[in-house]
């Protein structure tokens, strides 16, 4: 039984329709990139599964938790959804632990004491431990992102959103925060990659998803698919990449 | 006439100005309280209070504060209520900065950036718990520079209220321009009184304004 | 107790509604335009500090907007006689309007002249541009469309600052409904009406300093 199931998705903005019937099965520990040109619609797709964009057709299911279009109250399915984004969106006002602290206290109400300990095992995990106390804007763009990635584990998510985590970065700080996401991925940790990244993709990927104007265009393999990909609009995405 | 002294005159715009300070904390205070009240029907979720809310800043901002005076002073009365000079003067410049205040403080809260907002709600928070964590403590950082600054035009509302009979520093100084035919050294005084109350106001809102882009977050 | 509205005696005075509403506007326009020059000169002066009037005017920018305007007219009306100046009701309204709007302007235009690029001034200066065509082609006009939205909500606070101006016996609207209410002795009915053409005359007072922008901005592409 998939973890995350999409079923006939629909969306429009304004009179753009930008999400053409998505159908996509998603299995626990399975880590997805979702690729393709900008406006094909992946970004919209990956922000619509934790409800930070509304649908106007279709289901989505997370954990037994079902999304319908216009729901409102999204706070059981943003618990098991965790999203790290490009700009990482770190609250500047709080330190980094208070960062990872906040919503464990206030949305799950765990005690400041459990609260601390948690974050404190989850900056150490991203190899931030010693940070505990600095605060966002102390720290390089790589080691924002790994705490933004921190903050979202600490809800103890059953999947994670990475929407172009790596866009927003120096080249030299790409790989501080891929190693991160492909220990998560190692342990098991179900993800879903809106990624630029394609030998990362390829690398670390267990399926990929090639997204074209408002369609899941082609998907499989990432090994198979860059090797040999079946349709010419793919062929031409992966030309143009490399 | 000449039995008024300057010394009197000085002592008499003291008192005028004591009510000109009492006047403008009691404006900014219950103008900040019901201006808080604007700011969060005006981003509320539901559209009602949201348009209310707007209709209530729109009259209050495009209309003259010595209309809204009159307005509250015979309105008042055609209710039966006969309301003094003080009360109608802090009643209508507390309207008048709540009106000011909410919409001051609505664009700080909008100028804190989207991200924020996806990133506490991709953490399942709710609107109200977005709000009191992550965006207020943001907005309120950037709100202190203006609404000090805007300070500066609730201590000068004040003098309009002279005009419906309230005795605050304008008006001591047309009585004594009157008493003591020295019109150009009163309004002089009275002048600089205003301008003694304001200028530290405005200087420290300037303070604050550049401060705020060299300072850390929080 | 039943209290019963009479709007129709404030409409019997449409003459003097129409009349003050005609003052009003004439005040605000004069203080409009010589209060924008003198905010352009002001500008000029504080952003490109010419001394020593970079230094007058950042004294006069201060005086001005920390005091009120009701006293900055009663200063000009009844004390400027003491130093031989004697004014009439229309010539100081006229003058405290220009001085208020003259001082905010400044400030609100120079922060759009210190917006400018520097790549921008370095650009014209390269193509050997002098100074002051710098100013008048490439820094102006950019700094001016960019406070427009500042410089149209100033007039109308000032517009409607204008309402005391019938403390000195100007005959704008303010006076004009002093008058009304003294005659039909309906207080609350004439400020109501009055109030809501104030509102109205806000509307198209911004409506119109808006078109004034974008002709503007239409002759500058041109």
Redesign the interface.
Known sequence: MALVRINGLHKHFGSNHVLKGIDLDIEEGQVIALIGRSGSGKSTLLRTI???ETFEQGEIEVDGEHLHPRDTD??AL??K???I?Q?F???????VGRNVM??TQ??KKIGEKEAEDIARTMLLKVGLLEKFDA???QLSGGQQQRV?IA??LA?QPRVL?CDEITSALDPELVNEVLAVVKTLAAEGMTLIMVTHEMRFAREVGDKLVFMHHGRIHESGDPQQLFANPQTPELANFIGSIN | MNDISTWDIVRNLLDGALWTIGLSLTAFVLGGIAGLALLFARIAKNPIPRRLAQGYIEVFQGTPLLMQLFMIFFGSSLLGLEISPWIAAALGLTLFTSAYLGEIWRGCVESVPKGQWEASASLALTHFEQMRHVILPQALRIAIAPTVGFSVQVVKGTAVTSIIGFVELTKTGSMLANATFQPFMVFGCVALGYFALCYPLSAYSRYLERNIHGSRAH | MAYTFDFASVLEYSDALLAGTVKTLALTAVGTVFGLGIGILGAVSRAWKLSPFDRIFAVYVELIRNTPFLVQLFFIFFGLPALGLQLNEWQAAILAMVINLGAYSTEIIRSGIEATPRGQIEAAESLAMTRSQVFRHVVLPPALLKVWPSICSQVVIVMLGSSVCSQIAAEELTFAANFIQSRNFRAFETYFVVTAMYFLLAIAVRQAMVQAGQRLIARRKK
């Open positions: 934790n409800g930070l999204l706070r943003r618990q959804v965790g999203m984004f700009q969106n770190l609250f500047p006002h709080l330190s906040l919503a206030v949305v605060y966002p804007d933004a903050r979202a809800m959103l």
